[in-house]
């Protein structure tokens, strides 16, 4: 512990214990923001996509979570404990204790938003903490950055179903547990997520097979799930490594077009090399699809690639899971089992290491 926590700690310990609560407010300086969140109140952020996380560290012996009611499902995670679930409800009005009688001492706190918030509308309204208590040192961030664009699999879909659930709940949704958390955890990367259940690049799931609007496309330069509003500032985030992971809805029934799907593909790698000079974008396909839709996905992907060669990008790449067989089980609705995305992240770290020269980080 630093010096400087340390006699913070030391002053405020008296304080804590007078059984008051102190509001931290969104604003503080010592919270740290990952994904696309919009500040344009800043004392009550918003999102919609998935994996938004906010960390600090605080003192105090009890945190409790201020959200927007009916907000949904978080993991947290307190120092070095397991990661648990909580769900901020209108029936508990947002405030959600997430520990008590903690040792008198600095703690980290990392909360994740686990699901799709486009009907839930969450927002933060910050932390409670014993009297007087505040937040510390900010944490430090990991200096790899990845972002990962996608549809339901990405979302984790039914990830915590067993595969016998007729209908989709967000009590069965986790981010923290699909193959690009994994991913990302294995290089001790930032994350951020794009992605949307049903969502498409040319045609969104059973859509026209002459295209829908909106599609990803559509919705991808803006900071919240909208095709209009607060348009994202691409230079708050720089990813070394983007994974597009998009085609398994655009070739669902009753029929579609490969080449629009090829056309859009092309499109959209442009779109992102705009936003990401540096980057390494890894289109990928799977786990969903097989035969023929599996081959015009990857069809579409390659036209990408060699698109992006012909303008002299060689830091675009292809990737293909293996198809889902059914002998790791099934979440809800046939979507990847946890047991299928942890199969599919130890597919992508070699690749990824491989592209980049980054080592897996051992803890």
Known sequence: MKLRQLLLLLALLPLCMLGQRTHISPSDAG???????????????????????????FTGTSVRLLTKPGSGFFICQIDDAAPFKVESTTDNEGEITLATGLPTALHSLCITYAIEGLTK????????????????????????KMEFIGNSITCGFGIEGDGTEKKFSYSQQNITLTYEALTAQAFDARWQVVAR???????????????????????????????????????????DVVCVNLGTNDTTNPGYDAELLKREYIKFVKTLRSHYPQAAIVLL???????????????????????????GDKAVY?????????????????????????????????FISQLTGWETIKK
């Open 31 to 57: 919270f740290v923001y990952e994904g696309r969140i919009s500040f344009a109140n800043a004392d009550a952020p918003r999102w919609h996509y998935p994996g938004v996380q906010i960390r600090c560290t």
């Open 121 to 144: 509308h969450p927002a933060f309204y910050g932390l409670s903490l014993d009297a007087g208590c505040q937040l510390g040192e900010r944490p430090q961030q990991p200096a790899r």
């Open 285 to 311: 396909t799977g786990t969903m699809i097989r035969g023929q839709r599996l081959s015009d996905v990857q069809a579409a992907q390659q036209a990408a690639v060699e698109a992006a060669r012909q303008r």
């Open 318 to 350: 292809r990737f293909d899971f293996t198809p889902e067989d059914g002998s790791l089980g099934y979440g809800t609705m046939k979507h990847p089992s946890r047991a299928r995305h942890q199969r599919m992240a130890e597919e992508l770290i070699p």
């Open 197 to 239: 259940s049903g969502i498409g690049l040319y045609r969104n799931c059973n859509g026209k097979r002459g295209g829908d609007y909106p599609t990803m496309r559509d919705y991808y330069d803006y900071t919240l799930f909208a095709t209009s509003g607060e348009r994202w500032d691409f230079n708050r985030y720089q990813p």
